[in-house]
C-alpha cells in the first residue's frame, strides 16, 4: 500500500529505533510542498454506471472473451468473483438481461445499435450474426449488435427481458420478440419445424388491445405484459399453468390474463421458469403457474394453477417487490424484511430446505446492525435456484445453488444464507439468468 | 490518603490501571513512567522498616550479651529504597503507536494476567483519526515529506458517508469468511443471524463500524471501530480513503477513545500519573471488570 518510503533504515541496540521513516539530515522544508503539481482526477458523469458480470464463462454470455492475453476461453469455466465488463466502459449500458446462456445489453445512444447480445445464439435470441454468409454464429464471445427494426433514431429501449431461448425488448415503439416461438411465447403464430436458428424473424407488438406496454417479463418459454392500465397479457407455453389464461394450451397471441388479477393494477410480475407472482399497487401477491413445490397451497391440492389465484394468508405485510424462482418466491415488504417460501436453499441455513409458509429471513443476514441500522432491503431477483438482495445502501447479498460460481461469492460451494458479494460500486440493478449475473452499478464518486 | 503503610498499598496493586497516552511517546516510555511513578510514591510512605538484628556478642567462655540492633544492611540508605522499578511488573493490553494516543490499559503485578486476557479476548476498539485531503505523504502521516498534492473540491459529505458504508459492509462480510466456521453449517448461518462476530484470526483487521463525523474541507474525521487493527493500518486506510474519492489524503491524528468498557472518561491524563491516582483509578477498573464478565471470560464470538 505505502511503497513510497525511501532509504528506511533501522538502527539496532541504539536508543533512537526508527519504523517506516526517513534518516533525514535537515527538517523537512514545508514550502517544498507547494512546488509540487496539483494533480486533478476528475469525477464520473452522473450517467456513468460500470457493469459487473460473474458465472458461467464457457457460453459467452458474461461477453468477457479474454482473461489473459493469448489464452482460450474455454480454458476457463466461470468466473466467481464480479469481473468489470470493458464493454460497458465503451458503450454507455442503461439496461440488460439474462437469458439461459446468453445476456443482452440495452446501450443508450441516439445513433447506431442499441441493442447488444452476446452467448447462446441457436435460435436467433441474439439475432443473427454470421462472418461467412449463410452460416451464421451459433455462440458469440463478445457483445455484438442486434439490429432492430425501429423507425425512429431516437427510439430508447425501456426495459429486455429473456426467457430460456426467447428476447423481449420492450421500446418507445413497442415490443419486439425475437427468438424460439415453439410454444408461440414470442408473440407469433408457430409455425411446424421452424428452423430458428436460421429463420431471424423479429416479431413487432406496438400496442396490446389498444393499450402501450409498460413493463415485459420472461418466463422460460412464456412471455407476460403489464399494459398501462394495469392490465397483464401473456402468451407462451402453458402446459404448467404459467400464462394463467385458464387452460393447459400454448397461445401464441398475447391475451389477457384474468382470475383474481382481473380488476386489479398490477404493477409487476416476476417469472423466472414457470412459476409467476404478480404485485399489484395495493401491495398484495398473486400468483399461478407451477406449483408442485408448494408456493401455493390449496385446498384441492393442485400443483398446476391457471388461473390467478390472490396468496391472502402470506401475513407478510405490504409488499414492495417479488421475485419467483424455479423452486420458491421471495417478497420484500415496505419495512425492507424479506419473506421466503418454496423448496431448495431458501437462505435460512442448511436445515431449511422447504416451508409453504413464508420464512422471514433475519434483517442482520442483510447486514443490518447496530453499525448499519439504516440498511433494508429494497429489491430482490431470483435466478432459477439462486436470489440476489439489493439494500438501500448499495450491496448486494446472494444466496442458493452456487450453479458455475453464479453467486460470486468466490467459491463454487452453496450458500445457504444471505452473503454479500463484493463489487466496486454501489449496485443499482442485478439481473439473473441460470447460471450467470449482471449487475449495473454507479461508481462510489 | 489514609493508609499510610506502603506494603499495605503494594499488596493492593494488582489489577488493570486505564491511562491516557499523549501522542509522540512510545508505549514502553508511558510504561517506565508509571512504574516510576508508583515506585516513587510508595518510597514516600511509611515503608518496612529496616529489620533487626539479633546481636551475640561477647566471650564465649564468659558471659555472652544478646542485643537488638539496628540493622544497618537493610537501611533504605545503604541497601536502596525498598521498591524498585524492577520489582513492579507492568504490561500492556493493547498497543498504540507512536503518533497514537488515548487509551491505554496497563496491567500491574497480577493485572499482568488480566491485561493478558483482555488482549487474548479481542474486544473492539473505537479510534477517532483525523485525515487531511489534498495531500499524500511518504509514511501517510503529517511529519514526513508531502509526494503529491491533488484536488479535493469535489468531495462532499455525502460521498465519504456512502464510501465508508460500502467498505463497512465489505469488512463485516470478511469477518464471516475468517472466523472459522465452514460457512455451509448451521452454526455458521446461527452467528450471521445474530448479528456482527469476532474473527478467530488475530492478525486480521477488521472493521466493525466506519463513518465521518467531521467534515471540513480538507479535514474530517472518522469514527472506526475495530479488532486486531495497528496504527500502520489506520494511517493507510486514511490513504485508501483519499484515493477511492479521487483525491489524496494523509492521516493528521489517532486517538484511542475506547477500549472495550474503557472510554476516555476512565483515563487518567499525563498530570494525574501518581500514585493515589492510581490506585482511584485501579479501584474503578476493577468495578468495571467485575461488572461485564465477558472480558476476560469469552464465553461466545459474539461482538462486545
Known amino acids: 500500500m505505502l511503497n513510497n518510503t525511501k532509504r528506511v533504515s533501522y538502527c539496532i541496540l541504539s536508543f533512537n529505533k526508527r519504523f517506516m521513516s526517513v534518516k533525514r539530515k535537515y527538517p523537512i522544508n514545508p514550502d517544498d510542498a507547494k512546488t509540487l503539481p496539483v494533480f486533478e482526477y476528475g469525477v464520473s458523469k452522473d450517467s456513468y454506471r460500470r457493469v459487473f458480470v460473474w458465472g458461467n464463462l464457457q457460453t459467452g454470455a458474461l461477453g468477457v472473451p479474454y482473461l489473459k492475453k493469448n489464452r482460450n476461453t474455454l480454458q476457463r469455466e466461470c468466473l466467481g468473483a464480479p469481473k468489470r465488463l470493458g464493454f460497458a466502459e465503451k458503450f454507455p449500458v442503461k439496461t440488460a438481461a439474462c437469458g439461459f446462456g446468453f445476456t443482452a445489453f440495452a446501450v443508450d445512444t441516439d445513433s447506431g445499435h442499441k441493442l447488444y447480445g452476446t452467448g447462446l445464439n441457436t435460435d436467433s435470441q441474439i439475432g443473427r450474426h454470421e462472418i461467412r454468409s449463410g452460416h451464421p454464429l451459433e455462440i458469440i464471445y463478445f457483445p455484438q449488435p442486434i439490429h432492430l427494426p425501429l423507425k425512429n433514431p431516437k427510439t430508447k429501449i425501456k426495459k429486455i427481458s429473456a426467457g430460456r431461448a426467447h428476447l423481449a425488448v420492450l421500446t418507445d415503439e413497442g415490443l419486439f420478440l425475437l427468438g424460439n416461438n415453439s410454444y408461440g411465447q414470442c408473440g407469433r403464430k408457430i409455425i411446424q419445424d421452424e428452423n430458428y436458428f436460421m429463420s431471424n424473424y423479429i416479431n413487432h407488438v406496438r400496442h396490446i388491445d389498444g393499450q402501450t406496454i409498460k413493463d415485459i417479463e420472461c418466463g422460460q418459454d412464456h412471455t407476460l405484459a403489464i399494459t398501462e392500465n394495469g392490465a397483464v397479457f401473456s402468451c407462451g407455453w402453458g402446459a404448467d399453468g404459467q400464462t394463467g389464461l385458464g387452460t393447459f394450451n400454448n397461445v401464441s397471441v398475447f391475451s389477457r390474463v384474468k382470475g383474481d388479477i382481473e380488476s386489479e393494477h398490477i404493477i409487476k410480475v416476476a417469472s423466472r421458469s414457470d412459476f409467476v407472482l404478480a404485485l399489484n399497487n395495493k401491495g398484495e401477491v398473486f400468483g399461478w403457474g407451477n406449483a408442485e413445490y408448494d408456493q401455493i397451497r390449496n385446498q384441492r391440492n393442485e400443483q398446476q394453477i391457471c388461473h390467478p389465484t390472490h396468496l391472502k394468508h402470506l401475513g407478510v405485510g405490504k409488499v414492495q417487490d417479488v421475485g419467483a424462482g424455479g423452486s420458491f418466491c421471495v417478497v420484500v415488504n415496505d419495512k425492507g424484511e424479506v419473506f421466503t417460501w418454496g423448496f431448495g436453499i431458501l437462505g435460512a441455513g442448511p436445515k431449511v430446505e422447504q416451508s409453504f409458509k413464508p420464512i422471514k429471513l433475519a434483517e442482520s443476514l442483510f447486514g443490518r446492525n447496530d453499525f448499519q441500522p439504516d440498511s433494508r432491503v429494497v429489491k430482490v431477483v431470483c435466478g432459477l435456484s439462486y436470489a440476489v438482495a439489493v439494500t438501500s445502501l448499495g450491496d448486494i447479498y446472494a444466496w442458493g445453488r452456487n450453479l458455475r460460481s453464479c453467486l460470486g461469492l468466490g467459491s463454487e460451494k452453496d450458500q445457504y444464507f444471505p452473503f454479500k458479494v463484493s463489487l466496486g460500486g454501489y449496485v443499482e440493478r442485478v439481473f439473473c439468468g441460470y447460471d450467470h449475473t449482471v449487475a449495473i452499478c454507479k461508481p462510489f464518486i | ?304
Open chain 2, 1 to 304: 490518603m489514609l493508609i499510610k503503610d506502603a506494603p499495605v498499598i503494594w499488596d493492593s496493586l494488582r489489577s488493570i490501571i486505564c491511562v491516557y497516552k499523549p501522542p509522540n511517546v512510545t508505549c514502553q516510555r508511558v510504561r517506565q513512567t508509571i512504574i516510576t511513578a508508583v515506585c516513587t510514591g510508595l518510597n514516600e510512605m511509611e515503608c518496612r522498616p529496616p529489620m533487626d538484628y539479633v546481636s551475640i556478642e561477647g566471650n564465649p567462655s564468659t558471659q555472652l550479651t544478646v542485643t537488638v540492633k539496628p540493622n544497618l544492611a537493610d537501611h533504605p540508605l545503604v541497601v536502596g529504597p525498598r521498591y524498585q522499578i524492577e520489582d513492579l511488573k507492568c504490561s500492556w493490553s493493547n498497543y498504540l503507536g507512536l503518533h497514537s494516543s488515548g487509551v491505554l490499559l496497563l496491567g500491574l503485578r497480577n493485572g499482568t494476567k488480566a491485561a493478558k486476557l483482555i488482549r487474548e479476548n479481542r474486544p473492539t476498539r473505537s479510534y477517532r483519526v483525523s485525515g487531511r485531503f489534498g495531500e499524500a505523504t511518504e509514511n501517510g502521516f503529517k511529519n514526513e515529506k508531502v509526494v503529491e498534492r491533488s484536488t479535493y473540491k469535489h468531495i462532499k459529505h455525502a460521498n465519504i458517508n456512502k464510501l465508508l458504508a460500502a467498505m463497512q459492509a465489505s469488512h463485516q462480510k470478511e469477518m464471516f469468511k475468517s472466523c472459522g466456521v465452514d460457512l455451509q453449517s448451521q452454526t455458521a448461518y446461527e452467528m450471521a443471524c445474530e448479528g456482527p462476530i469476532r474473527p478467530a484470526d488475530s492478525k486480521l483487521p477488521v472493521i466493525y463500524g466506519i463513518k465521518c463525523v467531521q467534515f471540513e474541507p480538507p479535514d474530517f474525521v472518522i469514527e472506526i471501530q475495530c479488532i486486531n487493527e495497528y496504527e500502520t493500518y489506520l494511517k493507510s486506510l486514511i490513504h485508501e480513503i483519499g484515493a477511492k474519492l479521487r483525491s489524496t489524503a494523509h492521516c493528521t491524528g489517532i486517538q484511542c477513545i475506547r477500549h472495550s468498557y474503557f472510554t476516555l472518561e476512565n483515563a487518567l491524563l499525563r498530570k494525574h500519573w501518581t500514585l493515589q491516582h492510581i490506585i482511584t483509578n485501579m479501584e474503578e477498573c476493577i468495578a468495571i471488570i467485575d461488572e461485564h464478565e465477558n472480558l476476560v471470560k469469552q464465553k461466545k464470538a459474539a461482538l462486545q
